[in-house]
């Protein structure tokens, strides 16, 4: 399932993500937004099953998400989020028709309760009648039964439905112009979610009561052999088969299990990940191995960073891959990329942290305060902190606040207590005792020594 939460605070919306271990609830994708206007256009585009807003943004309030939910006759279920002074508000916007609302502050309790009962409401629909194919992320779908590793990402795979059972063909068109790909979309109808779009070719799935028309209406069509969603080896076998010409088994996929190099791309580990990767592809011999391992690396690619978008991985599947080598050096420089900008982003994050505690020693600084400022959960931003740098954030703002203190000591007259206020510590005595763990001798010992050396 996909969740989207939607909220004009980037704190808020970085806690929401963090809060739960969403794949316990069925949920294997989350997007996230501040933009209202954004969310917006997310919900037009791809499938969401859950939409946790805000009931107050500027722009588009979460009430304007929900009517826009209903009339686009989506089956996106809306919890809205409110303060205490709009409940009635709240209380309004589910007799609109959003399935709940959490009061800020949210607690975690309240929110796992609310997911438990959405998840199990969506649990319900899906199995009283046929689903509509335009709620699932097709190509998501797609990677997860290719992968060795994401047959769990078929939780809300509709099984047991006409859908799974539907006999069905992979179809390519190459070349395939503007109206060749309007006409196909059009002959496959409920079913145009399952057609992708490459530079160079249109691929995608026709279910077998109307490949024979789609054939008679575009000749240059190839179709695969019949196969069925529900039998997963024999829809692997076929896709690689008809794709790329090598017979693929359910022992070839298992040859995967000890990659481990997958677990650091979903834990965004890049250099580590991608020097992995540098050792153990050319230890892949044959040219089915490697198309394996490097469409299994595409799989975690596209899970685990919204910045490699389905076009990329598009490219690499249907145009590079029938050439492994070349797939491979694309991939590569991708999670270079990845990498680089990543740590921009964390350069700029750990910056921002260590300039506003340089400008605000003598204040109180909570690690819930320094997240508010860089938009990051007080708990992610202490780890971001730790990984980034080898040292506790706490440590850092010791540090600091001893320097400058030694500095004060140094070019002022001042007493020892103001010091330790204008540096932060509330209490001398506790000043005096970091301060000769520090620098090995008391305050006053530090500035007398200065004195007769300057």
Request: glycine share 4%; charged share 25%.
């Amino acid at each position: 399932m996909k969740l989207l939460i939607v909220d004009d605070g980037h704190y808020i919306v970085e806690y929401l993500k963090h809060l739960l271990d969403w794949g316990k609830f069925g949920i294997n994708q989350i997007q996230t937004t501040t933009n209202s206007i954004e969310a917006k256009h997310i919900l037009e585009q791809y499938p969401v099953d859950i939409l946790i807003t805000d009931i107050r943004m500027p722009e588009i309030s979460g009430i304007n998400l929900l009517e826009h939910v209903k009339a686009l006759k989506l089956a996106t279920k809306v919890i809205f989020l409110s303060g205490y002074s709009e409940f009635e508000y709240a209380q309004q916007a589910v007799r609109l028709g959003a399935f709940d609302y959490l009061l800020k502050p949210v607690d975690k309790d309240d929110v796992e309760k609310a997911i438990k009962k959405v998840t199990n409401e969506i649990g319900k629909s899906q199995l009283e009648g046929a689903p509509s194919l335009d709620r699932i992320d097709s190509f998501r779908y797609l990677l997860s039964f290719l992968s060795g590793h994401g047959l769990l990402d078929l939780e809300y795979s509709f099984d047991n439905t006409t859908f799974v059972h539907t006999s069905i063909r992979y179809f390519r068109i190459s070349p395939a112009s503007e109206r060749i790909e309007m006409r196909t979309r059009d002959f496959l109808e409920g079913w145009h979610t399952f057609v992708w779009k490459t530079p160079s070719l249109l691929v995608g799935v026709v279910p077998e009561s109307t490949a024979d028309r789609l054939r008679a209406a575009i000749p240059s069509i190839g179709l695969s052999e019949m196969f069925q969603f529900r039998d997963i080896h024999k829809a692997q076998h076929t896709f690689y088969q008809f794709f790329y010409g090598e017979e693929v088994t359910p022992d070839d996929i298992l040859v995967l299990q000890e990659g481990v190099e997958f677990s650091k791309l979903e834990s965004r580990e890049w250099e580590c990940a991608r020097n992995k990767m540098v050792k153990q592809y050319p230890k892949l011999t044959s040219r089915k191995h490697r198309i394996l391992y490097l469409l299994e690396v595409a799989h975690y690619l596209y899970l685990s960073n919204e910045k490699i978008r389905a076009n990329e991985v598009l490219d690499w599947m249907f145009n590079q891959l029938y050439h492994p080598d070349e797939a491979y050096k694309s991939i590569l420089c991708a999670i270079s990329r990845l990498a680089r900008e990543d740590e921009l982003t964390y350069q700029d994050t750990i910056h921002s942290v260590q300039s506003y505690i340089d400008d605000h020693l003598d204040e109180t600084l909570s690690l819930e305060d320094l997240g508010r400022i860089v938009h990051l959960h007080p708990a992610y931003l202490s780890k971001l902190y730790k990984q980034q740098t080898g040292e506790n954030l706490s440590s850092y703002i010791t540090l600091k606040r001893l320097e400058r203190a030694g500095r004060l000591l140094t070019s002022s007259h001042l007493h020892v207590g103001d010091i330790s206020h204008m540096v932060g510590y509330k209490k001398p005595q506790y000043f005096i005792k970091l301060f000769k763990e520090q620098y090995g001798v008391t305050p006053q010992q530090y500035r007398k020594r200065k004195a007769k050396t300057q």
